[in-house]
């Protein structure tokens, strides 16, 4: 980790837009998951991978993609 790589430069980019997002789509995944009646850790586990899935494509759909919304977001 301590070498420049591909992976890390991106993922140095998306850390602050991701962590912006990350907070609403929590919010949105536990109000469809939380009802279900299903295990608790599997809840647990499937609302981390939905927040996970979602603000990276988030991110690398729109926030990447716009440029109007790239500086909301921390990116030049």
Do not use: D, Q, W
């Amino acid at each position: 980790m301590n070498r420049p790589s591909a992976l890390l430069s991106y993922l140095s980019k998306a850390a602050y837009p991701v962590y912006i997002i990350h907070m609403f789509v929590l919010y949105t995944g536990a109000m469809f998951i939380f009802p279900l009646e299903i295990p608790g850790f599997v809840k647990f586990i499937a609302i981390t991978l939905f927040t996970m899935v979602t603000c990276f494509i988030l991110y690398e759909i729109v926030i990447r993609r716009i440029a109007l919304l790239r500086p909301f977001f921390g990116l030049k």
